[in-house]
T-cell receptor, first 113, second 112 residues
């Protein structure tokens, strides 16, 4: 069983919808949680990061971490066609030193105009 | 991507031949990583480096070796390429003071 599970989708929603992307994990040592966005034929880019449990908001994006359930989420409000991409969750146990991120397999998201 | 470049961007090679992929950074970051990305598996860590000449294995290191003789360069070598190593390879960097990685644009490798 993989340490990090993510529904690969694909997920297709109309423009303006609220999107919810999720990951579950099994390693209770994970403390740093990130979301990456990857456009087709490009490298992933860091979208958001959170430490431990709680919420973090950045514009239309909100990241949530529930360590008791080993569950993280990314919400996208007022979704735009430019949000169409693959979204990958990633996590690590430490911050200092080599982080050795563990990634979910990514969810392919399409926002339809 | 700013500060990190991978070469080549695309390569087709034959089974059994050695292949070297290059990652070059201009950020002077201490840590460098090689990942491969495959459908159904996401990104998996191959090898990483925590300094010049300091490297360690990741989750899927069999059949791969790495070298880092300078801070800015991290080489990934497929000693004898196999079809199972057909993949997209990403290099990433980070430092002690920033969360997460900065990724390169990737190398698409096909082994025929």
């Amino acid at each position: 069983q993989k340490e990090v599970e993510q529904d690969p989708g694909p997920l297709s929603v109309p423009e303006g919808a609220i999107v919810s992307l999720n990951c579950t994990y099994s390693n209770s040592a994970f403390q740093y949680f990130m979301w990456y966005r990857q456009y087709s034929r490009k490298g992933p880019e860091l979208l958001m990061y959170t430490y431990s449990s709680g919420n973090k908001e950045d514009g239309r994006f909100t990241a949530q971490v529930d360590k008791s359930s080993k569950y993280i989420s990314l919400f996208i409000r007022d979704s735009q066609p430019s949000d169409s991409a693959t979204y990958l969750c990633a996590m690590s146990a430490g911050f200092q030193g080599a982080q050795k991120l563990v990634f979910g397999q990514g969810t392919r998201l399409t926002i339809n105009p | 991507d700013a500060g990190i470049t991978q070469s080549p961007r695309h390569k087709v090679t034959e089974t059994g031949t050695p292949v070297t992929l290059r990652c070059h950074q201009t950020e002077n970051h201490r840590y460098m990583y090689w990942y491969r990305q495959d459908p159904g598996h996401g990104l998996r860590l191959i090898h990483y480096s925590y300094g010049v000449k300091d490297t360690d294995k990741g989750e899927v290191s069999d059949g791969y070796s790495v070298s880092r003789s300078k801070t800015e360069d991290f080489l990934l070598t497929l000693e004898s390429a196999t079809s199972s190593q057909t993949s997209v390879y990403f290099c990433a960097i980070n430092s002690d003071t920033n969360y997460g990685y900065t990724f390169g644009s990737g190398t698409r490798l096909t082994v025929v």
